[in-house]
């Protein structure tokens, strides 16, 4: 069906009885949006945006990959290390870097193999 745009002239058309819609087209963003005419009103209303994006088989592919990816770091676990306990005399400054952490119910991990364990995960530590 065809119908008269003010702005556009006529335009095709499709949908059902109640509302027409235009073709979408590409906006700049890469979205998808077309303008919707009313019939129970009898003209247009504002433009909608579709909330699509064509995406090519590649992209496809990409998106997948990605989602696999996520899946895989969800589910990932870190085996922790044996938790030490404070013994008595060990020095706590605040710049040592190796110094001992709490752990649940009073226990230590020392903080190089805590480290360690993250970094076998593939866990990259802030500031190195």
């Known amino acids: 069906m065809w119908i008269e745009h003010p702005e556009l002239g006529n335009v095709p058309t499709y949908g059902g009885p109640l509302d027409s819609y235009t073709i979408p087209t590409k906006d700049g963003d890469g979205e998808f949006s077309c303008e919707r005419y ?19 088989d590649e992209e496809q592919c990409r998106v997948y990959e990605l989602e696999e990816r996520v899946k895989e770091l969800e589910a990932r676990e870190v085996q922790l290390p044996t938790r ?15 110094v001992m952490m709490p752990k649940e119910n009073g226990n230590w991990l ?11 995960a593939g866990i990259r530590i802030k500031g190195e």
């Open 84 to 98: 030490y306990g404070l013994q008595y005399g060990h020095p706590i400054n605040a710049d040592e870097r190796y």
């Open 38 to 56: 009313d019939h129970d009103f009898g003209g247009w209303v504002e433009s909608e945006c579709l909330g699509l994006y064509l995406i090519d």
């Open 110 to 120: 020392y903080l190089a193999d805590l480290e360690h364990a993250l970094r076998v």
